[in-house]
């Protein structure tokens, strides 16, 4: 299992849209439910792309 840091994760939470964030408190069980799988969704996406490496175009050049 990957291990993800605790900042990171917050960080990712804070980045996460504004409607899910709030709504995982709402009264109505249907919203806290979609908030909460789009803020799963949202965190996941963040933390997955921090551990991928840099795209092709980022590498340096290896001046060969």
Not at 15 to 22: D, E, K, L, S, Y
Not at 26 to 50: K, N, T, W, Y
């Amino acid at each position: 299992m990957t291990r993800f840091d605790i900042q990171d994760m917050a960080s990712a939470i804070l980045a996460a849209p504004g409607w899910a964030r709030v709504g995982i408190t709402a009264p109505a069980r249907h919203i806290r439910d979609d908030a909460a799988q789009e803020l799963a969704r949202s965190v996941a996406e963040a933390l997955m792309d921090g551990q991928q490496g840099p795209e092709k175009d980022e590498q340096p050049e290896l001046g060969l």
